[in-house]
Structures are given as structure tokens and as C-alpha cells.
């Protein structure tokens, strides 16, 4: 079993903070006060392992270890059955040096032409792992799974959401409301399961 979270003050072991902003939010209701590791000036560790989770991993150990807080970060990505899974743990590198994502999007459909193969299917993932500073550690890793469309379709959501049309509804990411993503996304179920086995009473 997961250990319980009882401190009142974690790290996010991110520098983005959007993503700080949206941890924050969903940390709120269980009286915790998550501040970043770019607020705190932690260094950013390479992302050198071969998994999500690794990567969450290595992400949360670094900043638990330099904070003396318990850490929590999160790493995710689309995996794309027709490229054997990529762009998955370099879904941003995929996108280019400058993050673009109208280029990555692009990328995505022409080399999906491009390998012959004709499944559309794909998930979102995403891992968190959270580290206590005295080693302790748990990780969950969340899925949506969808289809790739194209053209892209939608202006909301960011990344790849524009393509990514989850099972058993007819619009994309990129065109549903806000709230309807965050209730089915990947980050949504790894954050669930991460509330049930460390969060809730
Ligand atoms: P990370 O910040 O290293 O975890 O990179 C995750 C990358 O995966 C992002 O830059 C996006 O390209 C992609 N990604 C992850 N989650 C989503 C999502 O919910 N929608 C669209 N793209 C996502």
C-alpha cells in the first residue's frame, strides 16, 4: 500500500507554470499547498529514463532530495499505435526545439502516411510519482485512449489535442469544453488513483 500524504506542503517538480497552476488546483481541496521547483530554484534533472513513470520518477526524487519536501511531478505524452508508440516520452522534443505544435501535429500525420499502416488508434499517458525526502515513493500512470484525426480540429486544450478524438465521442480534444477534457483525460485518471491511494481518507 501507498503511504498517506499528511505534510501540508509539497514541491511540483516542474518549472512550467501552467502545470503548476493546474497540480495546484486539484491539490486545493485536500488542504495541501504545492509550491514549484522553479519558485524554489531547483535544477531541472535530464529526462534520461526509457518511461513515463521513470522519467516522474527521476524528476520527483531530484527536487524531494533538494527541497526536503515530499515532491510530485508528472510526465506524459501520446503514443501512437502506427509508430510503434511514438512520439510517447519525446512528445515535446517531437514537436521541435521551438515547441510547435501545428509542426508536430503535421509531423505526426505524415509519418503515420508514411509508415503504410492504416490503425488511427492512440493514448494519451500520464505518470505522476510522488517522492517523500526519505525515499518513500509511489507512481500511477493515467490513460485516455482515442483515435488520431485529420485535419486537426478545435483551438482548446494545447499540445496535441487538436488530433486526438477520445473512444466513443465525435469531437477532439482541441474541441471540447475544457472541464469535459480535465473530467476523462490521462492526468485525470492518474490523479485519481493517486488521491485514492495517498490523499483520501
Ligand atoms: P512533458 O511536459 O515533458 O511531460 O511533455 C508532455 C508533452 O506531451 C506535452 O508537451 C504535449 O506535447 C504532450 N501532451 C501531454 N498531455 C497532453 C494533453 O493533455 N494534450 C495534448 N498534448 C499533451
Known amino acids: ?17 501552467g502545470k503548476v497552476r493546474e497540480i495546484n488546483d486539484l491539490l486545493r ?5 504545492a509550491v514549484s521547483a522553479g519558485e524554489l530554484n531547483l535544477p531541472e534533472p535530464d529526462e534520461t529514463e526509457d518511461s513515463f513513470i521513470g522519467n516522474a520518477l527521476l524528476k520527483a526524487r531530484a527536487a524531494a532530495t533538494a527541497s526536503g519536501l515530499p515532491a510530485l511531478s508528472d510526465d506524459s505524452g501520446l503514443a501512437v499505435d502506427a509508430l510503434d508508440g511514438a512520439p510517447g516520452i519525446h512528445s515535446a522534443r517531437y514537436a521541435g526545439p521551438d515547441r510547435d505544435f ?3 501535429m503535421k509531423r505526426l ?13 492512440a493514448r494519451f499517458i500520464c505518470a505522476l510519482a510522488l517522492v517523500w525526502p526519505d525515499g ?14 485529420w485535419p486537426p480540429r478545435g483551438s482548446s486544450g494545447f499540445g496535441y489535442d487538436p488530433v ?11 474541441e471540447m469544453n475544457p472541464d469535459a477534457k480535465h473530467a476523462m483525460s490521462h492526468r485525470a485518471d492518474a490523479f485519481r488513483q493517486l488521491i485514492a491511494a495517498c490523499l483520501k481518507d
Open 109 to 121: 500525420n505524415r509519418e503515420m502516411t508514411e509508415s503504410g499502416r492504416t490503425e488511427r488508434s
Open 29 to 33: 481541496p485536500f488542504g495541501l499547498e
Open 136 to 149: 518513500d515513493e509511489a507512481a500511477f500512470e493515467g490513460r485516455v485512449e482515442g483515435e488520431i484525426v
Open 1 to 17: 500500500m501507498a503511504r498517506r500524504l499528511t505534510e501540508k506542503k509539497i514541491v511540483v517538480a516542474s518549472h512550467n507554470a
Open 164 to 174: 486526438f478524438q477520445p473512444v466513443g465521442h465525435t469531437i477532439t480534444f482541441g
Open 102 to 104: 501545428g509542426f508536430g
